[in-house]
């Protein structure tokens, strides 16, 4: 085992984009658990990437705290536990939870246990993509919140990527059409091949609202959105009667300075009588066994298909971050840091 | 009985406020009619005057379709049967319902069942006031789509409307703290000594976000929204953790000529859990008996107060709705033409 403890710590809370100066590189000693006191020590195998990530790091309350300045950036992750007091989580033992961006993480006894244990056999990043985090927000942001049915023209936007490729999925499951709207042809391509898309918009090269007027002449009944700004203005003025608004994320604001500005049409939700409604996943861990006896047997029966970008290498933690933000990530993305021993 | 028959018609779409070419003036004959086709005649004794008018006058496409260029303008009101082919709706009958800005309306038999009889001794600017649909509109509205708890801290935009002091009301009866927001000195003043408000914001005078801030430390759990724009985003950023906004209408923008920008801080809506719904009273219809019976006993016991603007004149049609526009009315803002016989 190594000695020293490579880190990359939150430097300074950038104002817009994440840069060279938001992160500092560190290396500390590797901590030592004290086992009588029942502390755990972890190895990170692979990290996760989420654009939440982003809201972490500003000064202002949240549904999490915000990561410290000088700390480790938090990340959800895989680890291995290498040494542990305690016997809920033995030495060897795959884990999942919200780690950081270091080699090495002591936990004392309770925070150890807010991780789960990874179930026999599943591959490791399978458990930030396929059955993570990710499929779960999908999973439960598509049927609790937006409650669709069979025959509804579902719309998902940032379609093809981690979270909204499965909502597609899994709406096609339920019997819906789906219309997925993603920034690239191959990505669209993608959605319509593999992931059985009934119609996709690529919004780097269609004009999205006049390609919903023609997709959805009755309307759109659920709106998946990931992206918010003019996309979420464009599905707001096609959305049917008594329809329903999943608001899961806005990357397209993550990075701004300013707020931009909302959509001009709100009003519509007064016409229309739409819902439109936010969700943390982290809401729905108390119903995971919901989510892993559906989700779980689609999965099974090869019913789902995911896609993973797994990156390599500590020193490229930052840019694979920036690597999310800019939508060159195809599928999940995920960097790998080490193998289970 | 009078051979003609006064009305204002819509001349132009107003692009933005109405003004003095929105409507015109005019007279044609008195309508005559085919009894033994069931035909009713009505004669029009109150106006009401609601925001949502405005979107009625628009040319695109809602819940209600446009009123027509040289079609008396629409409205809700209360009329007097003064002929009748309609067993149901007898002469002499009260009724109330969508009518027009005109002295006499004559409706087919099926057009007429649209309409309600009043109830024995209802005084008939009640109908349009306490007992009307803007009543409705406060009761489904905060009941239905925001489901307040007792002890729940509740927000009113547009306060002191005919709306919104029926919604803080009944708020105060179903055990919430509220919070009034209107825009002069002498509304706010109203809302507490009159309709019990725990607390009130002239908008006009005070910051609306900074007062939020002192008044609901720990954050709005029901949001009733009149008025939309900046106010909107003042009460988003207060919003408590799996709080509700009910968008019931939006009457700063009305009158836009272009689409103002919605709230930039919807994201908000993700992080606390929020829900945004619109809906509209119209969708209520088929509940009503719930409204008559639990208001109605709220109304007789004087747990409601209420109050009515009522101008006079066929003239001062249109005046009345730019007075209603301007936020000059006090209470339900009504027009009489005449009195029942």
Redesign the interface.
Same mark, same amino acid.
């Given at each position: 085992m190594s000695t020293i403890n490579r880190q990359w710590i939150l430097k300074q809370r950038p104002s817009g984009f994440v840069d060279q100066d938001t992160f500092e590189y560190r290396e500390s000693d590797c901590p030592q658990p004290n086992i009588d006191a029942g502390e755990v020590l972890i190895k990170t195998l692979y990290l996760s990437f989420d654009p939440a990530m982003r809201?972490w790091m500003d000064d202002k309350p949240?549904?999490l705290p915000p990561v410290g300045i000088g700390e480790p950036m938090r990340a959800s992750g895989v680890g291995q536990v290498i040494a542990s007091g305690h016997p809920g989580f033995p030495k060897g033992s795959l884990i999942t939870g919200l780690l950081s961006w270091q080699e090495y993480i002591l936990l004392d006894s309770t925070s150890a246990e807010q991780l789960h244990i990874l179930p026999e056999g599943t591959e490791p990043s399978m458990a930030l993509s396929a059955f993570g985090g990710t499929s779960m927000t999908a999973y439960f942001g598509l049927l609790d919140v937006g409650q669709p049915k069979a025959g509804d023209t579902v719309l998902v936007s940032g379609a093809a990527g981690a979270t909204g490729s499965v909502v597609c999925q899994i709406a096609k499951l339920k019997g819906c059409k789906v219309i997925g709207i993603a920034g690239a042809a191959d990505k669209c391509a993608w959605l319509k091949t593999e992931c059985g898309v009934d119609e996709t918009i690529d919004y780097s090269n269609e004009d999205v609202a006049a390609k919903l007027a023609e997709l959805a002449p009755l309307g759109i009944n659920v709106f998946f959105d990931n992206v /918010?700004g003019s996309i979420?203005?464009a599905g707001i003025e096609h959305m049917a009667?008594h329809s329903s608004i999943v $608001?899961? /994320?806005?990357i397209s604001?993550y990075n701004d300075t300013e707020?931009?500005?909302?959509?001009?049409?709100?009003? $519509?939700?007064?016409?229309?009588?739409?819902?439109?409604?936010?969700?943390?996943m982290l809401?729905y861990l108390s119903r995971i066994d919901e989510f892993n006896a559906e989700f779980g047997s689609w999965f099974m029966e090869g019913k789902i298909k995911t896609q993973e970008d797994i990156q390599e290498g500590f020193d490229n933690i930052p840019t694979t971050l920036v690597r999310l933000f800019a939508g060159k990530n195809k599928g999940k993305q995920l960097l790998k840091l080490a193998e289970p021993k």
């Open positions: 809201g949240s549904y /918010g979420l203005e009667e $608001l899961c /994320g806005s604001a707020h931009s500005p909302g959509p001009s049409n709100l009003m $519509l939700l007064i016409a229309r009588r739409i819902r439109m409604q936010g969700f943390i809401d």
